[in-house]
T-cell receptor, first 112, second 110 residues
Framework: DTAVSQTPKYLVTQMGNDKSIKCEQN?????MYWYKQDSKKFLKIMFS???????INETVPNRFSPKSPDKAHLNLHINSLELGDSAVYFC???????????FGSGTRLTVV | RKEVEQDPGPFNVPEGATVAFNCTYS??????FFWYRQDCRKEPKLLMS???SGNEDGRFTAQLNRASQYISLLIRDSKLSDSATYLC???????????FGSGTRLLVRP
């Protein structure tokens, strides 16, 4: 009965590899997000999709590509991983931003 | 200037104490305001929304001052379980996203 679920929870990979993180929500929300939390704990938005359409694309390297096959899923693919990509990536969803977000439990990515 | 600014702390208080956190935001067009709580190695969770008239939820009271672009959170009778990082969050309606402060860390000691 998890509301927003992300997989995997932990990901350790070498520089240069390509990896994907998956996110699914069963709340019926229209909007989904990817946030990155760096080592200083600062949460920064990367992307947002509303009903499968990209509505927010912050200044993120184009090695990061989100994909939303339907409004309940938002996946994140990262090409050519770099050391600086190490962080916790959180997926979130909302019905309306005014009601706040529900977050997934995060994916801790470590690039070695 | 950061869009949402908070004192990082840590605030180290004894059980039973009252503690207050403040937050300022830069965009006067912001319409929605929240406090989130984040435990170590966990996801942020919504603690409470902040309304113009101020609102209370048990031991927690949130206040908004639009003129000064300032939000506060007051915790009364602190419990050990209140130890966490408290994130001030502001919605910028024009960009349909939530902007998070870097958080204020609270440590409640026995």
């Amino acid at each position: 009965d998890t509301a927003v679920s992300q997989t995997p929870k932990y990901l350790v990979t070498q520089m240069g590899n390509d990896k994907s993180i998956k996110c699914e929500q069963n709340l019926g929300h229209d909007t989904m997000y990817w946030y990155k939390q760096d080592s200083k704990k600062f949460l920064k938005i990367m992307f947002s999709y509303n009903n499968k359409e990209l509505i927010i694309n912050e200044t993120v390297p184009n090695r990061f590509s989100p994909k939303s096959p339907d409004k309940a899923h938002l996946n994140l693919h990262i090409n050519s991983l770099e050391l600086g990509d190490s962080a916790v990536y959180f997926c979130a969803s909302s019905q309306e931003v005014n009601y706040g977000y529900t977050f997934g439990s995060g994916t801790r990515l470590t690039v070695v | 200037r950061k869009e949402v600014e908070q004192d990082p702390g840590p605030f180290n208080v004894p059980e039973g104490a009252t503690v207050a956190f403040n937050c300022t935001y830069s965009n006067s067009a912001s319409q929605s305001f929240f406090w989130y709580r984040q435990d170590c190695r966990k996801e942020p969770k919504l603690l409470m929304s902040v309304y113009s008239s101020g609102n209370e939820d048990g031991r927690f009271t949130a206040q908004l001052n639009r003129a000064s672009q300032y939000i506060s959170l007051l915790i009364r009778d602190s419990k050990l379980s209140d130890s966490a990082t408290y994130l001030c969050v502001v919605n910028d309606r024009s960009s349909y996203k939530l902007i998070f402060g870097s958080g204020t860390r609270l440590l409640v000691r026995p």
